[in-house]
C-alpha cells in the first residue's frame, strides 16, 4: 500500500527553527510537495522537489533523498503567522498526490 | 482573477437527499480534481479529469459522480447522501497532471 508518515503536531517559539519531517512508501514517485494549510482555509502551495538536494524559498527549505524516501520541510525565523498545518503529498506512477495527513505547527511566543 | 470558486460555502444535508457542489476555475487549467478531507486523514481524491469530457475515480468514488462539459466547471454530485459523507470537500485544477495544483475554498458539508 501507499503510506506518508508526518508527525501529528509540533510545537515551536517565535523566531526559532523548525524541521517537520515526512517519509513514504508509494507505487512510484513522481515528485513531492509540501502545501501549507490555515485553519478552516484550502492548502496553498509550498515547495516543490523531484530531485535530491535542497530547494530555498525565502524563509522556507525543502529536502529531499528519494533513496531514503524521506523529506522535510525547514521554516527558519518562526512568525506567528507560520501556526497552520503543513501537508506533503507525493505523486505517485498514476501522477496522483497520495496526501500525509498533516502536522500541525504551533507557535508560541 | 478569481482562480477557483466552490459553491456552496457550507451546506447542511438530510440523508438521503441528493446534492451537487460546484466549482469553477478561470486559469484555463486542463486538469481538475475533488478530495475530501477528513479530521486526522490525509486529503483523499474522489473523482479527477484530465481535460475536458473525460473523468476518472480517485481512492475513494464509491457515492459521487463528476461531469467534465467544459474547462471552467467540475461539478461533483453526491446522488444519494449518507452520513459518511460528511466532510470539507475541496475542488483543485493544475495546468496539467504534471502541474503544481490550486485549491478552491473548500465546502463543507453535513449529512444528518
Known amino acids: 500500500g501507499q503510506n506518508i508518515d508526518q508527525p501529528t503536531e509540533m510545537t515551536a517559539t517565535e523566531g526559532a527553527i523548525v524541521q517537520i519531517n515526512c517519509t513514504y512508501q508509494?507505487?512510484?514517485?513522481?515528485?513531492l510537495f509540501w502545501y501549507q494549510q490555515h485553519a478552516g482555509e484550502a492548502p496553498t502551495f509550498l515547495s516543490y522537489?523531484?530531485l535530491d538536494g535542497l530547494e530555498e524559498k525565502g524563509r522556507f527549505s525543502s529536502f529531499l533523498s528519494r533513496s531514503k524516501g524521506y523529506s522535510y520541510l525547514l521554516l527558519k525565523e518562526l512568525q506567528m503567522k507560520d501556526s497552520a498545518s503543513y501537508l506533503c503529498?507525493?505523486?505517485?506512477?498514476?501522477?496522483?498526490?497520495?496526501w500525509g495527513a498533516g502536522t500541525k505547527l504551533i507557535i508560541k511566543p | 482573477t478569481a482562480g477557483i470558486t466552490q459553491a456552496p460555502t457550507s451546506q447542511i444535508l438530510a440523508a438521503g437527499r441528493s446534492m451537487t457542489l460546484r466549482c469553477t476555475q478561470d486559469?484555463?487549467?486542463?486538469?481538475m480534481y475533488w478530495y475530501r478531507q477528513d479530521l486526522g486523514l490525509g486529503l483523499r481524491l474522489i473523482h479527477y479529469?484530465?481535460?475536458?469530457?473525460?473523468?476518472g475515480k480517485g481512492e475513494v468514488p464509491d457515492g459521487y459522480s463528476v461531469s467534465r462539459a467544459n474547462t471552467d466547471d467540475f461539478p461533483l454530485t453526491l446522488a444519494s447522501a449518507v452520513p459518511s459523507q460528511t466532510s470539507v470537500y475541496f475542488c483543485?485544477?493544475?495546468?496539467?497532471?504534471?502541474?503544481?495544483?490550486?485549491f478552491g475554498p473548500g465546502t463543507r458539508l453535513t449529512v444528518l
Open positions: 508509494t507505487s512510484g514517485f513522481n515528485g
Open positions: 483543485a485544477s493544475s495546468g496539467s497532471s504534471w502541474d503544481t495544483q490550486y
Open positions: 486559469m484555463r487549467h486542463n486538469a
Open positions: 522537489n523531484v
Open positions: 503529498a507525493v505523486r505517485d506512477s498514476n501522477y496522483q498526490l497520495i
Open positions: 479529469s484530465n481535460t475536458a469530457g473525460t473523468t
